[in-house]
């Protein structure tokens, strides 16, 4: 079974502009990033997909793989899927570009997911980590999902889901950490296929497979990580990183 990842690399951000290219103690977040998932040791190739020069040029400087997008695209799925096409690869695994901390643990186990999958009725596997601050479980920047009695997906909110009526009867909440690993079918159905109204509504694309029948096995994980996204998350790396 070959596993690739890909990174998928805006230059555009709107809490933090050009964020993949700020400085994390000497080398650009994106750098860092890259680096980390190499270190997995987990697949046989790494790449960045971009629609950014600057940050093509700087992963080929630094020793590693970049890929330019031909087409504008929406979102990460997207990307990957045109970059990925063509590619003689079974498991995608889609790295943030703004998580320089990613590490092998949680990689790994989305990674296992396709392997104890004998009859191959799970499209994707992806993360998610408790949660049980009433801010973050209410705050629509944070995604939450709730899954089945055997971790499939249900359905993903920026809501707090579920809806607390009661809060005494055991109910957890989950946050959606945004790695995926994808068969390579199940990302270029998705690149194919029209959003769809709940997704539109959402602005979350893992919407889009639950709404065509694809299953996503969530994995629990206690591995925060570091997600950068605002002027004072890139500060907080910058010390975390000493």
Known sequence: MKIIAMIPARYAATRLPGKLMK????KPVIVR???AALRTGLFSDVYVVTDSEV???EIVANGGKAIMSIREHECGSDRIAEAVEKMDVDI???VQGDE??????SLKKVVEVFGEDVKREIDL?????????WEEISNPNI?????????????????????????????RYFKHKGIYAFRKSAIMDFYHLPMLPLEASEKIEAIRYLEYGKKIKMVETDVEGVEIDTPDDLERARKLWK
Not at 146 to 171: E, K
């Open 23 to 26: 400085d994390l103690n000497g």
């Open 33 to 35: 990033t890259y680096e």
């Open 55 to 57: 940050i093509f040029r």
């Open 92 to 94: 995608v695994v889609n």
């Open 100 to 105: 320089p901390f990613t590490e092998k643990e």
């Open 125 to 133: 596997a992806s993360l998610m980590t408790e949660i049980t601050d």
């Open 143 to 171: 995604v939450k999902v709730i899954t089945d009695h055997q971790g499939f997906a249900l359905y993903f909110s920026r809501s707090p889901i579920p809806y607390p009526r009661a809060r005494d009867v055991g109910a």
